[in-house]
């Protein structure tokens, strides 16, 4: 890896494209000892335009190669989001004597004569590990004219039923279908139309099963839908998730109707999807998100990219006195980029007093165990510069997390940017861990392990020069402090 891209903003540990636009993670997959991450991009400008495919593989899921533009618009329309699969077996009759890669896609264009956008299903695939990609001349492989939003099939082999599932967002809901060789699709249900949240259109999904507290004997279906942007909502886009079980027609929720599970309680993880194909003896269930929001996302003050992924991580199931719940956690291959270590232990923030460590960087992991003592409020003020700070704190009374980017630099491009995201938080024997990624322009809070996820865009016109702890109305105690400076990936 030789590029080095050390713009303005741009993150250091974080995949962005190396110019102009990109949103949703496509296509994740991992074959042949590489992960592939494609994305929806437009290459020649840096605001969202024609859609296309781009790419990036890595080895490790922290370094990535740039590679050119795998799928650009045809007859069929532009290259809208989906998925890629491993077809093992050659059920598509793509292939020869090995098996090869299948991207299912959207392609979008207009109904002929009218101004009604049209939503279809589209096949390509790669015989040379994804570097080069056939279209599929029967395309397109899916439609319904009854239904606009039609998009973002996200497809898996589902052993049990000896067929392949497509899991497609069609407006408010989700509706599966299942196909013996991906070119032919045969309905087989619906899910949504009463679930959840509809404060936006549905889009995005992924479903996968996951054991509750690692018991194999004990597994349940994870679904998650993105929803799309609603001008009447503050937060604009965002994940929720469903949990429940799925026997290759129909996915049954565990949860009643009104009940919405949200994968992250920050403004910037959307549209994010797992990798396929992760081999059995890893194990994990690897997910990756866009790291902005409809809201704002085309008027990001960067000039010659826009946009980030967040950190790639690893999902779980947890059992909680409401059911399973996910949990998420950064890969374990982020330790890697690891260069310097500063410990504390046993630290004690008097109240209403300020305690400071110097950092000047720009790229950091920040562990630290809060327990909270005598105190009501507590947390860590991040300070970029004598004007701009980033403020982390947990109201005790309220047991709310809170993640205020109000003062943390540059969001005169949205009246929507600045914000204090909440998230519910309850404390473990009166104590909360935080493990908190910090890079050029986003910070990624994971408290309590990965129960709540917290992510956020910001935009400091410095690095980050001191950590400083306080304690309202009571003492604080800091058990651990891990300062962690962090390499970028883009110098090695």
């Not at 956690?329 to 310097?340: A, I, N, Y």
């Amino acid at each position: 890896m030789t590029q080095k891209l050390k713009e303005k903003y741009r993150p250091q540990f974080h995949f962005s494209p190396e110019k102009n636009w990109m949103n949703d993670p496509n296509g994740m997959v991992f074959f042949n000892d590489e992960y592939h991450l494609f994305y929806q991009c437009h290459p020649f400008d840096a605001k969202w335009g024609p859609m296309h495919w781009g790419h990036a593989v890595s080895k490790d899921l922290i370094h990535w190669e740039h590679l050119p533009v795998a799928l650009s618009p045809d007859d069929h329309g532009t290259i809208f989001s989906g998925s890629a699969v491993v077809d093992w077996d050659n059920t598509s009759g793509f292939f020869d004597d090995k098996p090869g890669l299948v991207a299912i896609y959207t392609s979008h264009d207009m109904y002929p004569g009218s101004d009604r956008h049209r939503q279809r299903q589209s096949l390509a695939y790669s015989k040379d590990d994804g570097r080069t990609w056939v279209k599929f001349e029967g395309n397109p492989v899916l439609s319904d004219v009854n239904i606009t939003d039609f998009r973002d099939p996200k497809v898996f082999w589902h052993s049990e039923t000896n067929k392949w599932i497509m899991v497609l967002a069609t407006g408010q809901s989700i509706t599966f279908y299942t196909s013996p060789n991906l070119k032919e699709w045969e309905f087989a249900s619906e899910f949504g139309k009463h679930a959840g949240s509809h404060d936006g259109v549905w889009e995005c999904p992924d479903l996968f099963q996951l054991p509750v507290d690692q018991n194999t004997d004990n597994q349940k279906w994870v679904l998650l839908v993105s929803i799309g942007d609603n001008p009447d909502l503050k937060e604009g886009s965002r994940t929720q998730y469903f949990t429940g079980s799925f026997d290759g027609l129909t996915f049954v929720n565990d949860n009643y109707d009104e009940t919405v599970l949200w994968l992250d309680y920050g403004r910037d993880n959307y549209a994010g999807v797992s990798w396929s194909d992760i081999p059995s003896h890893d194990g994990r269930r690897i997910y990756i998100g866009w790291m902005s929001n409809w809201r704002y996302a085309n008027h990001l003050p960067t000039k010659e990219w826009r946009s980030a992924m967040t950190l790639p991580r690893v999902l779980s199931l947890t059992s909680s006195d409401n059911g399973a719940r996910l949990v998420q956690k950064p890969v374990s291959e982020m330790s890697t980029l690891r260069k310097g270590i500063h410990s504390y232990h046993d630290l004690s923030i008097e109240s209403n007093e300020l305690q400071s460590f110097s950092l000047n960087h720009h790229s950091m992991e920040i562990n630290i165990e809060f327990d909270k003592g005598s105190s009501n409020t507590f947390g860590v003020i991040i300070k970029h510069s004598e004007t701009e700070k980033t403020v982390i704190s947990y109201d005790c009374l309220k047991e709310i997390l809170l993640a205020d980017r109000t003062n943390s630099g540059e969001n005169s491009f949205s009246s929507s940017f600045p914000a204090v995201q909440k998230a519910p938080l309850k404390m473990k024997n009166n104590r909360i861990n935080l493990q908190l990624f910090i890079d050029a322009s986003s910070i990624e809070i994971f408290a309590n392990d990965g129960e709540v996820a917290v992510t956020s865009l910001i935009f400091p016109s410095e690095a980050c020069k001191d950590l400083i702890f306080f304690s309202n109305e009571g003492k604080t105690n800091v058990p651990e402090l891990k300062i962690i400076e962090l390499n970028s990936i883009w110098n090695r």
